[in-house]
Each structure stands twice: as C-alpha cells, then as structure tokens.
C-alpha cells in the first residue's frame, strides 16, 4: 500500500465551480500537511501548509485535513482557468528525518 | 513563501559532456536539499536527499556516480549529470527543507535534453 493516494483525474470543471480535491493516506504519524500547484515544466509552488487536524482558508483556498480518517482536501472556490494545473498533496510526520511523502498530482481543467 | 532559486532553466548539451545545475535557497538556510527527476505528465521521483556538509544518500537505482550531488552550504546544492546520455534528458527539479521547520520548498525546474 502507498504511503499516499492520491486520484490523478483528470478533473476537468467549468469556470466558477468549487474544485475538491483529495489525498488519503496509511501512516497515522504524519502531522504536517501540504498543498502544491504545479505548472507544465515548473517547479511545485507551495499553496496551503497546515499542521495537524482542521481547516485553513486562504483566498479561495481551503485546506482540511481529517486525522481520524487519515483523509486531507484543498478546495478551491470560484475556480479561474488560471487553476489549471497539477495540484501535489504533500505530507510528513517530522519525526522521520527528512522525509517527505507525495501524492501522484491531480490534472486540474478549468473550462472558461 | 521562501524562495529557492535553480539555474539553469534549460540546457541542451552533446552525449558525453556534464552538465551541473545549481539549488539556491534565497531567504533561509536549508538544512536539507532534495533532488527529483520528473518525466512528462507523471509525478516527482526522488533521486536523493543531500544534508550540507554530508554525502548525499541516494534513492534505490539512481546512479550516485552519474548524478553527482553537493551540498556544500545551507544555501547551495548542486546536482552535475556526468557522461550524458540521451537517456538523461528529463525535467530536473530540487527542493529545499528550512532548517528546523516541515516546510518543503522548490525551485522552478531544469529542463535538459541530451542531443
């Protein structure tokens, strides 16, 4: 079993819906949870860090992360075209050195 | 965000030559530094984790004599690509971890193609 899963898609949606997307994840360690949006031949940008469970909104974006459910989602509200990317799911118990476990990235369309 | 600059961009070198890219943490100091190749439409592939003043420590099937890496500073690592090949051609991308902190932050890419 992955470390992470994450749905690939690719998630194609018109402009001005609400994007879900999601990761879940097996070890129950990991504390510190990240978002990233990648464009074609760029390097990831990092959009949403949270620490533990909860919620966190920035902008458009809102980042929740479910403990119990080993269960994390970034929604993204009134979606533009300049969305479109690939979108990472990040994650990392701090108690392992340096590691950092990743999602295999969600294909995001935003149709105008 | 803090920011980690990699140069070059792009680079198209002949089979046989090196080729040296360059992972600069501008704002912090980065106590470890990640390299990843990452093939079109797929997801990051970890090549190896350099710690400053360490040797690196390399992901399984990646060829530390071929990828040379160095961390010579907590702003600087560097990843040479010795003897290219073809095969090499890939996007080349490097993060960095601020020291003390689970933030991970990447640089924009390296595209290099093998002629």
Known sequence: ?112 | GAVVSQHPSWVICKSGTSVKIECRSLDFQATTMFWYRQFPKQSLMLMATSNEGSKATYEQGVEKDKFLINHASLTLSTLTVTSAHPEDSSFYICSAREGGKEKLFFGSGTQLSVL
């Open chain 1, 1 to 112: 079993q992955k470390e992470v899963e994450q749905d690939p898609g690719p998630l194609s949606v018109p402009e001005g819906a609400i994007v879900s997307l999601n990761c879940t994840y097996s070890n129950s360690a990991f504390q510190y949870f990240m978002w990233y949006r990648q464009y074609s031949r760029k390097g990831p940008e990092l959009l949403m860090y949270t620490y533990s469970s909860g919620n966190k909104e920035d902008g458009r974006f809102t980042a929740q992360v479910d403990k119990s459910s080993k269960y994390i989602s970034l929604f993204i509200r009134d979606s533009q075209p300049s969305d479109s990317a690939t979108y990472l799911c990040a994650m990392s118990s701090g108690n392992t050195g340096n590691q950092f476990y990743f999602g295999t990235g969600t294909s995001l369309t935003v149709i105008p």
